[in-house]
């Protein structure tokens, strides 16, 4: 990937609706708009501005949620628009969690796929698979699905041309560039290889999220009986992993 430029993160500010702003530094998924996103995230948070709701950053933007009746749209547009993000601030390293997945058979139906595609062994797809540490570029599209950037080339594989209507929660899965973690059953074209007994998203569990932007995330296999034993615990709201000391 091309290293942005400083031109690149010359926001562009957009109203959504009377009760947020959008605020785009960029249009591609890039290492270095995302630091951006989360550099003007950590900058908004720390102004503590009045009526500010929420902030959502995404790969390349980030929205800007607000009471209209404790501040003025116009007012805030303004205030966003005067800070400057410096592509160049050193970002602190985010937590970093070692997430178990079994690979392959019912879990990881496209593993094999996958392997064929690019010439290679399904161990190989595994060992590429869990060799990087991932950084969480953004949560969403249903609450807590993960998408992780740091998948290596070998590996970056097109879209199915018919998602499945289909996938399960906790499908640890690759599509194109992106690596991810699914929270729910939700429709997919992307390619299932494995699965992890981890519930990214539990809404019985304080906190509900386990995983947030800025975020590392390592992958280890595990077994089937350890995935069983492990998602039993997980079914009674155990989060199972924990940030880890470095």
Not at 72 to 89: F, K, N, S, T, W
Not at 144 to 160: A, S
């Amino acid at each position: 990937m091309h290293e942005p430029t400083r031109e690149a993160f010359r926001p562009r500010i957009v109203p959504v609706g009377d009760t947020a702003i959008l605020v785009e530094l960029g249009e591609t998924i890039d290492p270095g708009i995302n630091a951006a996103v989360l550099a003007l995230d950590r900058r908004i948070r720390a102004m503590a501005i009045d009526g500010v709701v929420e902030l959502v950053p995404t790969y390349r933007s980030l929205l800007v949620h607000y009471d209209p009746d404790r501040v003025d749209g116009r007012v805030l547009l303004a205030r966003l628009a005067a800070i400057e993000v410096d592509p160049d601030e050193p970002a602190p390293a985010g937590r970093l969690w070692t997430v178990p997945v079994t690979y392959g058979g019912e879990f990881g139906i496209d593993l094999e796929a996958v392997a064929r595609r690019h010439g290679l062994s399904v161990d190989d797809v595994v060992r590429l698979h869990t060799a990087p540490t991932y950084q969480v570029y953004m949560v969403g599209f249903v609450p807590g699905f993960t998408y992780l950037g740091g998948l290596d080339p070998r590996l970056h594989t097109p879209r199915l041309e018919d998602p499945r209507p289909r996938t399960p929660a906790g499908s640890v899965s690759i599509g194109g560039i992106q690596a991810g973690i699914a929270s729910v059953e939700i429709p997919s074209g992307w390619h299932l290889l494995g699965r992890t007994p981890v519930r990214t998203f539990d809404p019985e569990r304080t906190p509900p999220l386990l995983l947030e932007p800025g975020d590392r995330v390592r992958f280890v296999p595990i077994d089937r009986a350890t995935f069983a034993e492990l998602d039993r615990r997980a079914a009674n709201h155990d989060p199972l992993i924990a940030p880890e000391d470095e």
